[in-house]
């Protein structure tokens, strides 16, 4: 079963990601040996619905939907946004500065996961 949910097209990601962490055994240990940690998503359509997803980079180095098991940060932004930071045509930083990028939890955290995009750019086809 995909992660992708139609409401929220740049979901697709969260597909990708799983399948460059599943694909092979090295890549998801450095993933997990560089991440080491849950990171949560919170996406906000444009028709105002929320729908959440979790990187685990801490035990399984596998994506899920919902929260996870205690998340050590969570990313809440549009959906819109996430796509264009999968794409690399956001910046992570300027989102956050501008305010359409809220992170709970632990910050320093949350700037892990741009390499962990960056290997999904390659595979999402948004």
């Given amino acids: 079963m ?3 949910n139609d409401k929220f097209p740049s ?3 969260f597909d990708a990601i799983n399948d460059t962490l599943q694909s092979s055994e090295a890549d998801r ?3 997990i040996k560089q991440g080491n940690a849950v990171f949560a998503f919170t996406l906000k359509n444009k028709a105002g619905e929320t729908e959440s997803w979790h990187i685990d980079l801490k035990e399984k180095g596998a994506v899920g939907s919902g929260l996870g098991n205690k998340p050590t940060v969570t990313l809440s932004l549009s959906d819109e946004d996430f796509g264009k930071l999968v794409a690399g045509q956001a910046n992570a930083q300027r989102l956050f500065m501008s305010g359409k990028l809220k992170i709970k939890g632990d910050v320093m955290k949350a700037t892990k996961m741009q390499p962990i995009l960056s290997k999904a750019q390659t595979k ?3």
Avoid: E, V
Wanted: glycine share 8%.
């Fill in 2 to 4: 995909g992660l992708k």
């Fill in 124 to 126: 999402a086809k948004l």
């Fill in 11 to 13: 979901s697709a990601a």
């Fill in 29 to 31: 240990k450095d993933a």
